[in-house]
């Protein structure tokens, strides 16, 4: 081919149409085309697309990478693609010399399919018609196909934040866009955002290693914002949506073939008028805290991370210490609640009730408060839980991390023990990283990262409902990992 050769890009919207007056056209726009000089990069192409001739729509553009360093060379494009045909990647470089890219050599086949990419071979195809990213590593000249069935996400969700409620694709091939959409889902007065993969992020080779794509998409900005029934534009990665009010909704995500760009919306079909609703904190009162009668300084419970209700603290108690909690820092407002009796208590789960809770021995516990709807949702039901503290350092820095897909069962820990004195808890990192830390609920459902905290400049900071804890505290192996949680102080030697 000639290094000028000139394509041929042509657009059928009906925008187009609109911007000529006085000229008829017929059925199929094949008289709209336009003639321009092929420019550098790469470009998919082929019956298995929507694009039957190389154009800018059809373009891999920079890929929205998690973390990427500088330099990264890695380009893609999300695409419908159909089982029934076949594509091919034809790179064009900045003297217009051309190479039309097929299937060379498979490199890895999880998580995604990863091969070389062959001057001249065989083309590429899909098992199924559907929403794919196709990643173009052009340092190593290799090619990823991602499948992207997309669901959403968040603790406003039905599954919070523990994986994604399905989304149904279709394929307007006339609009050239793509739709996921979810009926009748009830959405709470929380965040939400969209996921494929079932992790976040999804990791494929690149010079040796990994590079990661993002694998949700959330609001093009920096903030949380208002999901409405208008569209607003998203992107990989972005913040997450607010949703404005609890009810069932329609929703969608839109993927424009033309500008790669995509959008959500979601429609509230029905407003939830229920009257109760969970408590969002949660304070703890008693003798080991003086019983202030302004609750000063009463702490505050630590919330489960995706358990709307759910709150935890790991207090040094005497025998015949007693406690009451409340939703708000006072006797006269919010829900006051102990226990059924002052019967002093060990390990178990107790019914919330008008008295103190008291504990049977002295030593530390883990006190978990459990609150969740009544089945009409008109009132709450709560329950306290006594357990002995189980703490863990996990990952990197208790040695290492396990390959093995979402939720990584196989995740090496290190037991925090006692110390001597019974006030300390300590463990000893087994590994070179990144310092995580978690405490064992003994709750079904509640994963480790739903319960994490960490030791910063001496103090302890708890996760709670946020984001992976940054900046993050690297520590080696070998360190002495302490915490204290009369004083919420901690070591790292």
Known sequence: MESNMKKIFQYMTTLLLLLVVGTSCEEGNDNWRIITDAQPGAYITGDATIYSATATSSQLVAAPLDGAPEGTNVVGIYTWLKSSGSFTILNVDEEGNEVNYGKGDVVASTPAETVTLAAGGTPFTVVEDGLYYVAMNKTDNQLTIIPAKFGIIGDATPLQWNGETAMQASYNETQAAVEYSISDVILDKKEMKFRYSGDWGLEFPYQGGKVKLHTNMGYNGDNASAISEAFS????GGANFQV????????????????????????????????????????VNGDAWGWPQDWSTAPEMIPVHSHDGMFWGIYYLQAGNGMKFNNEKSWSTGDNFGAENEDPKG????????????????????VIVSCTLSADKKSVNRKVILAEPKLFLRGACAGGWADAGAGRPNDLEVAFALAADGATYEAVTAGDGDLRIYVATGVQGVDWWQSELVVRDDKIEYRGKGGDQEPRVPVTIGKTVSLDFRTNTGSIQ
Do not use: H, I, Q, W
């Open 244 to 283: 404005g009010k609890a009810g069932v909704y329609t929703v969608t995500l839109k993927l424009d073939l033309r500008t790669g760009r995509f959008s959500a919306k979601a429609v509230c079909t029905a407003e939830d008028t229920s009257s109760a609703t969970l408590p969002e904190k949660m304070f």
């Open 233 to 236: 534009e998203c992107k990989g």
């Open 347 to 366: 390990y178990g789960e107790y019914p919330a009730g008008g008295s103190n809770l008291k504990v049977a021995d002295t030593g530390y516990y883990l």
